[in-house]
């Protein structure tokens, strides 16, 4: 199974997908990091990983579906069968989910459906939420919305601070995406095999 993962800033959970591919947990290879941020850090960590990687800036595009047609035909090139979200900051329009349906997995820093968008995290904390989590769920024309593959909770506690609050989160995303990411390949082979 051929895995594209899509990152627009630092790219910790791309990494971490990087190494669960080597270490067995994820039976795959990514074939393809993609950014919407030419300047993003984890460019850089494809780079000292040997992942080919591709970058664009959105707004040189005509339309949404012409920066989109542009990443499938890399995506094609490089026989992509499944895309990973890993902290893309960009919603995920028509031209790709036709091209992928139900074969783009998100992650997001909350326990959907609460508190979807982009900052999740800072959401909760502020809402003074006992609990937060990590969801990992399937794309759809939706923000944050589509089916729920795996959840997990995280505890807000007194002393947390959103420094400390992040670090939890972002522990508990590098362990239950690769296994969730696992879960979703398991399945498409058993019906690849029908």
Do not use: C, W
């Amino acid at each position: 199974m051929r895995l594209a993962v899509f990152a627009s800033g630092n790219g910790s959970n791309f990494e971490a997908l990087v190494h669960s591919v080597h270490e067995g947990v994820i039976d795959g290879k990514i074939a393809l990091l993609v950014s919407d941020q030419p300047d993003a850090y984890v460019l850089t960590r494809a780079k000292k990983l040997n992942v080919p990687s591709v970058a664009f800036t959105p707004k040189a595009f005509e339309s949404k579906a012409a920066y989109e047609k542009e990443v499938l035909d890399h995506l094609k090139e490089a026989k992509v069968d499944l895309i990973v979200l890993a902290g893309y900051m960009r919603i995920v329009g028509k031209t790709l989910l036709q091209a992928f349906p139900e074969r783009i997995i998100n992650i997001h820093p909350s326990l959907l459906p609460n508190y979807p968008g982009r900052q999740g995290i800072l959401d909760a904390f502020m809402d003074k939420a006992e609990q937060t989590g990590v969801t990992v769920h399937l794309v759809d024309e939706g923000v944050d919305t589509g089916p729920i593959l795996a959840q997990e909770t995280v505890a807000i506690e007194e002393h947390d601070t959103i420094d400390s609050l992040e670090r939890k989160i972002h522990a508990l995303e590098h362990e239950l995406f690769p296994k969730a990411i696992q879960k979703v390949i398991k399945e498409l082979q058993k019906e690849h095999v029908k």
